[in-house]
């Protein structure tokens, strides 16, 4: 695994950009650290030769190639089909693939992370998001991936007002992976101009997790056995009980929650109130679907770029010593993170090896 800790701490060595306190210096030195880090992890991601999912989509690619296409498989995933036919029809492997859907991850998480973060701290905010995203949907769930930045920047952009560009990247992200469909409720309300003033959608939330949690739990863990959602759920007498440091880390997340809301609500942005809606509908998922642990994951990961934008919140309204705790704690959280997301990679191998 070492390859994944060398990668980690060259992402991790940017972080200190976030406390020099000269604009100039830090905005030029992150002019030349963004593409370069970015081309690192692009050249990592899309080189590899395993992974999970990786023979899956091997697989998938090879019967692109082939010319075995249903009018299904356009309907079902037209994003990784076109993109898989270019690319044989250019006579590229299943490496160009790999490429393609990288650069678009890391592109999209970098945008993202340009419109939501202060300029002084993106490379926190940005290394945070190579901690949850790089192993477990960079080179995983690739699809998602892709998906996830993408609707993220969506409502960014509809709840700015820049609606037909809004539509268009929400409808790009569907096409690289239709779980992003459970972003369609904050997607709506931002493209309706709803500005989130009340913390009443924060309980409106709550109570909709508890109805669903008591009247439908039973429902839910038989959907959970649907076969499109077998990859993600895995065997579920196996991964449905979550370990307790499971249960610590959606508990610490409430109180977050529940902190800021109560707290720090007048301090807050617009946008800093529709990104705490979105990160209570992360939390909603993950207790919904807490019988299986991998679900509970997954579902609650569409939302989790806004996940990393509520933590910074506190940044902006912590000063000194208070501020650079924060700061190192966040560090250590996204250490955890990606430690987590190990657990299922194997060490690491390129393809030319």
Known sequence: ??????????????????????????????????????????????????????????????????GHLLAEDWAKDPAFVLISFIVSMLG??????????????????FVLSRIVSDRKWITLFFYLVVCRTLVGSDMASIRSGVAIPLMSISIVFAFRGKRKIALLLYIVALAFHLSVLIGLVPFVLAMSKVRFTSRGWIVCVALVTVFIKAVLGNLLVLLSLFSRLTPYTGNLVESHAPPSAYYVYIVARILLLALIAMFCWDALTAENRMMLFCYSIGICLQIIFIFNNALSWRSSDIFGMFDIAV??????????????????????FGLALFQYSLNVMEPYRWIFA
């Open 311 to 332: 933590l910074m919140i506190p940044l902006k309204l912590m000063k000194g010593y208070y501020r650079l705790s924060y700061a190192v704690g966040l560090v250590a």
């Open 1 to 66: 695994m070492y390859w994944y800790y060398v990668i980690n701490i060259f992402v991790l060595c940017s972080v200190a950009l976030s406390f020099v306190n000269d604009e100039r210096l830090r905005q030029s030195v992150q002019a030349i650290y963004f593409p370069s880090v970015i081309f690192v992890l692009v050249l990592f991601v899309g080189f590899r030769s395993r992974s999970p999912d990786y023979d899956n989509y091997a697989v998938w690619f090879d019967w692109v190639s082939a």
């Open 92 to 109: 590229i492997g299943l490496v160009g693939v790999t490429l393609a859907f990288a650069i678009a991850a890391l592109a999209s998480q």
